[in-house]
């Protein structure tokens, strides 16, 4: 490759850009021929409950990348009044992710941000979500980030328990 040539990027029918390369379990890109972690199809759109119970799977099994994907796609699709609270699952998610990939920095900033996006709901709680006790696990990791944090510490619940 010579300077100033663009680099090839996989790309889909309509021009948008794609990265097709495997990832590891925290969702980062892996050289090519490599085997990687499988990760959510991009035209998977499933109902909030199950968006909700697919997200907190991958959280148990400790692949927050892949349950942000999940939620995001829940976001995007959301066409009521819940659209910042499905973004701040997502950034909770990516939250995590940093944290678990050593990015205190991003860590901090996500999970503050998702706090602040999630809070509002906390009067009406859309589906069964654990509003104010993820905002409050939020803050509270917040304030405990550089100290060790249990893997289990970093799977929060999502919805109330019923």
């Not at 090839?8 to 794609?18: K, L, M, N, V, Y």
């Not at 991003?106 to 999970?111: D, E, P, V």
């Not at 709901?121 to 104010?132: E, I, K, L, Q, R």
Request: a neutral charge; proline letters at 9%; aromatic letters at 4%.
């Amino acid at each position: 490759m010579t300077a100033g040539t663009p680099v090839p990027r996989d790309r889909d029918e309509s021009g948008r850009a794609r990265n097709n390369r495997p990832r590891d379990g925290l969702g980062r890109p892996l050289p090519r021929g490599l085997t990687g972690v499988p990760t959510t199809p991009e035209d998977l759109v499933l109902p909030p409950d199950e968006s909700l119970r697919e997200a907190q799977r991958l959280l148990d099994a400790g692949r927050p990348f892949h349950a942000h994907e999940v939620l995001e796609t829940a976001w995007k699709a959301c066409d009521d009044g819940n659209r910042e609270l499905w973004k701040g699952l997502a950034q909770l998610a990516v939250g995590i992710t940093h944290l678990r990939r050593g990015n205190t920095v991003g860590a901090i900033r996500l999970l503050t941000r998702a706090a602040d996006r999630i809070e509002p709901y906390a009067g009406t709680a859309p589906h069964d979500v654990a509003v104010t006790e993820l905002t409050t696990w939020a803050r509270t990791l917040i304030a405990h980030i550089g100290e060790p944090v249990a893997e289990s510490d970093l799977a929060p619940r999502l919805q109330r328990a019923i």
